[in-house]
């Protein structure tokens, strides 16, 4: 039988109610059965009282006072009616029916029902919905109301002591679950249109695509005197020649689809009058609580009404607080009587996630890179007695039948047990988790082996993981319970460390950590395992310094290539470095752009080498062209001669490209850094270049089926691109529209400043004239000057030009007439004759650099 996914399945009841603490109580607004006998002036101001209470936006506070006399009977019939709850409800909320009243949505109709019997009567609402059917528990009733009074019973009856209210607080919380966490209460759960928070981001996004100042510029005479008409109409209270006039500013029809999830009062269903009433009044509030101009209203409903990404429960759904409450628990009690009441909160909340990791890490790294690179065979195999500990406890007997600490552990399948042998491990108890390295007393031959190479290889050892900066996250510990923490800042450290009978190194996450609770988890303990390979290798491999040099260097090593070198060579500040830093820590993404000259590729190269730890196999440069494509940069078929038989016959085997093959080989290091160098990034077609990619660049943690291969593939935490462009290039355009969101950008100008540094540390090569190099930084400067004042900012020339060694005046001369002077022509459309003004001669000043007259034969 296939096995249920957690993305697929229903998730269980019984755990989530054991996990939830109600937060919410009704607002306090007095119940409308309390207004029904008051004269008509008190109830509308009571049930504007309560509207604005319940619902998240009122959009129609005036119908409380216009329809007063009307919705004291409709009221009457909703709570004191003797038909069922689900037929007294349909006739207030469906337009057409006896009890509609036109202004008034299903929100409304729905808190009214619960606040007139609040101890019967749960609250409902689409996030109720939603999660009753993630519980399974939304039958198909004869309708949406029956069915979630029904599915609320259910519930009833698993927690009688939660109210209605209480049980529709849970539901609405179930429905936003992503892993096993049940999220906190939101701030309005039963909603059933847009919120506060929604309009204020939909505003948010349409001034981000066309801000406000923009949009009124641009904004063509017909559609100026269309919303003129639309505002001089509604001002007059004529609302369907207002719905008219915008209909003729705004054509698109979408805005008008859009507006039930706006407002839930609004229905196609109405007639027009009541309509254009309406929309007149959604229109007022949109502009006077949320500053909404006339111009962006149908932008704005648009964006308000798109709903929220639904929540993913994909891959591995993450631990929760109550995985560790518990463990808690079960320390303290661990009965079988007690376990048998909770077998499905023990499945929930432990068993299950721990499966998931356990098949996250081997499938990611133990069994591609451990394995099938290293051949050490470990067991990755998710199952009780193998990578899994068993809940069940083999005591005789004494101290209860149940293990409140479980274990997942990667070790050799060739040793006997798994407590004969080094472990890379995952522990979970009560305190948090932890995971990494374990050597236990009872691995007597791993145990001599590992002593003896640390005694011998330390400084090898220590090198190894210090370029991963592990020793400023990782702790180690030694004894049975991993209760002692040894401190490690040395070689001599770790000799000592490494003479305790049981040890371990790795990452300890408190139960509060949120890392715990998603699909980040088997990303950071792979990331640690491979960290830690070191550790294993020293008990698993009788020579483990082939590794070590790898990881760590030799000791003769070149100094390593830290800020201090990238400083040496780009002449960039400390300051331009920890930004940039910063932005790919952000985003894994990084583009450099700037005008020509200005040492793009170059600083490039120098981030990749710091990023790396100056690891020249875990850099690799790809320079796009127009004719780059997809097949040679992710993969694609190629044509192949194979000998068969004796004969050559052609194949078309699918192969890896450049980002697919350096991928594979991060995600077998992930504790190593790999950038990949992107140059030109836009003389590239990206849309065909990147394919379906560009969703990874945003979602490193999902995968994307490839199209020729059909195999899923995922871009890896620890590979980076750094791209370079120039600005001014035609495809600009198309590169911000495809890639914006996915690269952060770093403007990289002309920089005199550079300049100076450079040819201070280079001083020019111009025989009796000291104020040669000066002069060049002056008149690179009052180049660009012009350039910017002429041309734009856009146009200028980049430094690096001017960075020659033994720079003089000849060479001055020929970096001008061969580099500098065609760019300035290409910038001037050709226009020789405009030349006169950027000329060296006028740029320097009284010393003018002569150029040499060309030698000719007679």
């Known amino acids: 039988m296939a096995k249920t996914s957690f993305a697929t399945r229903s998730l269980p009841l019984g755990p989530l109610l054991a996990a939830f603490r109600p937060s919410a109580a009704d607002p306090a607004a007095p119940p409308p059965v309390e207004l029904l006998d008051t004269p008509d002036d008190p109830l509308a101001a009571g049930l504007e009282r309560f509207a604005a209470a319940w619902l998240p936006v009122v959009f129609h506070p005036g119908v409380f006072r216009r329809e007063a006399r009307f919705l004291r009977h409709a009221l009457a019939h909703l709570v004191r009616g003797h038909d069922p709850l689900p037929d007294r409800l349909a006739r207030c909320v469906t337009p057409g029916e006896v009890y509609h009243v036109p202004g008034l949505g299903q929100a409304f109709w729905a808190a009214a029902a619960h606040a007139a019997d609040p101890a019967a009567v749960p609250i409902w609402s689409p996030a109720v919905e939603r999660g009753l059917a993630v519980l399974g528990l939304l039958t198909a009733s004869a309708g949406r109301v029956a069915a979630v009074l029904d599915g609320c019973a259910a519930v009833r009856r698993a927690a009688p002591d939660l109210t209605p209210a209480q049980v529709s607080e849970f539901l609405a919380r179930v429905a936003r679950v992503t892993g096993r966490e049940l999220p906190p209460a939101d701030a309005h759960p039963f909603a059933f249109a847009a919120t506060p928070d929604d309009v204020r981001r939909a505003v948010r996004e349409v001034r981000t695509r066309t801000p406000l100042r923009t949009r009124l510029r641009e904004a063509s005479p017909d559609l100026v005197a269309a919303v003129g008409c639309f505002r001089a109409a509604a001002d007059a209270g004529d609302h369907e020649a207002a719905l008219a006039a915008l209909r003729d500013a705004f054509p698109d029809p979408a805005w008008e689809r859009a507006l ?32 909404v101009h ?19 429960r994909d891959g591995f759904g993450g631990f929760c607080s109550d995985t560790f409450a518990f463990l808690g628990e079960l320390a303290a009690a661990n009965s079988r009587d007690w376990m048998a009441a909770r077998r499905d909160r023990y499945r929930f909340v432990l068993r299950e996630p721990l499966v998931e990791l356990c098949a996250a890490v081997a499938d990611r790294y133990v069994r591609p890179v451990l394995n099938r690179e290293h051949g050490w065979d470990l067991e990755c195999d998710a199952r009780p007695g193998r990578a899994l500990t068993s809940i069940c406890k083999n005591d005789f007997g004494r101290g209860g039948p149940y293990q409140p600490v479980q274990w997942v552990t990667f070790y050799r399948r060739s040793r006997a047990t798994k407590r004969a042998d080094a472990q890379f491990f995952v522990r979970v108890a009560p305190d948090g988790v932890r995971y990494g390295f374990h050597l236990g007393r009872t691995a007597r031959d791993a145990g001599r082996q590992f002593r003896q190479a640390v005694q011998e290889h330390a400084d090898a050892v220590f090198r190894a993981l210090s370029p991963g900066r592990l020793l400023g996250g990782c702790r180690f510990w030694a004894g049975d319970e991993l209760e002692a923490e040894v401190p490690v800042r040395s070689a001599a450290d770790l000799r000592a460390w490494a003479g305790h009978k049981t040890v371990a190194a790795g990452v300890h996450r408190p139960p509060s950590d949120p890392a715990l609770r998603g699909d980040d988890l088997p990303g950071e303990v792979l990331l640690t395992f491979d960290r830690l390979l070191p550790l294993f290798a020293c008990a698993a491999d009788a020579d483990p310094l082939p590794l070590l040099a790898r990881r760590g260097g030799a000791p003769d090593a070149p100094p390593p290539y830290d ?10 500040s400390e300051v331009w470095l920890d930004r940039v830093l910063g932005l790919l820590r952000m985003k894994r993404q990084l583009v450099l752009q700037g005008v020509p000259g200005t040492g793009k590729t170059h600083v490039a190269r120098c981030l990749a080498r710091l990023l790396t730890h100056d690891r020249p196999d875990c850099v690799r440069l790809v320079q796009f062209h127009p004719a780059y494509s997809y097949e040679e940069f992710v993969e694609g078929i190629r044509v192949r001669s194979v000998e068969t038989a004796g004969r050559t016959e052609v194949a078309y085997p699918v192969e890896p490209g450049v980002l697919c093959a350096f991928a594979e080989q991060a995600a077998a290091r992930p504790a190593e850094p790999h950038v990949l160098i992107v140059d030109e990034l836009n003389r590239g077609n990206l849309p065909r270049i990147f394919g379906e990619l560009l969703f990874l660049l945003e979602y490193r943690d999902q995968a994307v089926t490839l199209p020729y291969s059909k195999r899923p593939f995922r871009l890896p ?21 495809a890639l914006r969101r996915r690269f952060s950008f770093v403007d990289m100008p002309a920089d005199a400043a550079v300049l100076a540094s450079w040819l201070e540390e280079h001083p020019p090569a111009e025989p009796g004239d000291e104020t040669f190099g000066p002069r060049v930084v002056r008149a690179f400067e009052e180049l660009n000057r012009r350039l910017a004042r002429d041309l734009g900012a856009d146009k200028q020339v980049g430094h690096s030009f001017f960075m020659v060694p033994g720079l003089d005046g000849a060479k001055l001369t020929a970096v001008w007439d061969h580099h500098v002077r065609p760019l300035l022509l290409d910038y001037l459309g050709g226009r020789s004759d405009r030349l006169r003004e950027y000329t060296p001669d006028r740029l320097l000043g009284e010393r003018v650099v002569k150029r040499p007259r060309p030698v000719t034969g007679s």
């Not at 109405?270 to 009433?277: G, N």
């Not at 006339?294 to 929540?311: C, G, H, I, K, R």
């Open 260 to 291: 039930p999830s706006v407002d839930d009062a609004w229905s196609a269903s109405l007639p027009p009058a009541d309509q254009a009433r309406l929309w007149c009044e959604v229109a007022s509030v949109l502009h006077d609580t949320f500053r």
């Open 294 to 312: 006339p111009l962006e209203l149908a932008d704005v409903v648009v964006a308000a009404a798109q709903p929220a990404a639904a929540p993913t």
């Open 563 to 572: 800020p201090a070198a990238f400083h040496g060579e780009t002449y960039l």
């Open 717 to 737: 935490d620890n590979l980076y691109l750094l791209a370079t462009m120039n600005g001014l290039d035609r495809s600009a355009g198309a590169l911000d529209q």
